[in-house]
């Protein structure tokens, strides 16, 4: 993440912090906004399409898709501006192409240890190219993983899934 693509509700935050809206309230507010981003930089783990090439994923999901005909690559990680979601320790998956998305949500949710108040909610990127600004669906928990893969696998041969968390159930 860079100071470019900070989010606008990190960016409202640090606005308010200042109190009076002069020239060095406003400049205190995008120095501490810079501030934030490198520290996320640093922080945050860098999404699976950021760390490998195109090549290098094209590679993996070909010789995966070869060796397991019955599964598919799926690549989950937090949504872009998602700033409460925990990261997993891995982001890649074998799915079997018949397993539900629900019972892949169960698996997900187990991983991260949540609690029951905590509602955790799958997006798949809809966008046919990097060029336009990414949109999301929510996808529903019936669907197989194999249709899903059908629908939304991009170039590289993985399928990108995105988590989103919300309290839920009165939860504060």
Known sequence: MSAATCTSTLFCI????????????????????????????????????????????????????????DRVPIVIQPQPGCLNAPWLDGSKFLVPKTQTIASLLCHIREKMALKSEIGLFFLVGTSANSATKEQYALIGGCDMVGLLYTQYAKDDGFCYVYYSEESTFGAS
């Open 14 to 69: 640090f606005h308010r912090m200042g109190g009076q809206n002069n020239n060095e309230t406003k400049k205190r507010n995008l120095a501490a906004r810079g501030n934030f981003c490198a520290w996320m930089e640093k922080v945050a783990p860098l999404y699976f399409a950021q760390k490998h090439s195109f090549v290098q994923r094209r590679k993996q999901s070909t010789a995966v898709l070869k060796k397991y005909g």
